[in-house]
């Protein structure tokens, strides 16, 4: 199983990144997927999840309303486009399959002016 995270960089505060997480090695379309953030010193946190057929999301309630999760399962893909993003935001953010074991390695999203 791989999850492969892309998209992460330096953006100034209220700008946008679009994060996508490349998945191989098990039925994608089966699995729910996630993403969360975990800052240094703090839990990890849910940002984004969307189910696996019907694509239902449900978000943080830090980013409802400015964070789109989406899926694309011809691809394996599942993408969070994040926009007016605060410095706060700054952190690794990680792909993950919901009710497994498997993380990707995580991209950093640094917010800065």
């Known amino acids: 199983v791989q999850l492969v995270e892309s998209g992460g960089g330096l953006v100034q505060p209220g700008g946008s990144l679009r994060l996508s997480c490349a998945a191989s090695?098990?039925?994608?379309?089966?699995?729910?997927m996630s993403w969360y953030r975990q800052a240094p010193g703090k839990e990890r946190e849910l940002v984004a999840g969307?189910?696996?057929?019907?694509?239902?999301?449900n978000y943080g309630v830090s980013v409802e309303g400015r964070f789109t999760i989406s899926r694309d399962n011809a691809n394996n893909t599942v993408s969070l486009q994040m926009n007016n993003l605060k410095p706060e935001e700054t952190t690794v953010y990680y792909c993950?399959?919901?009710?497994?074991?498997?993380w990707g390695q995580g991209t950093q999203v640094t917010v800065s002016s």
């Open positions: 993950h399959a919901v009710r497994s074991n498997w």
């Open positions: 090695g098990f039925t994608f379309s089966s699995y729910g």
């Open positions: 969307i189910s696996s057929v019907r694509a239902i999301t």
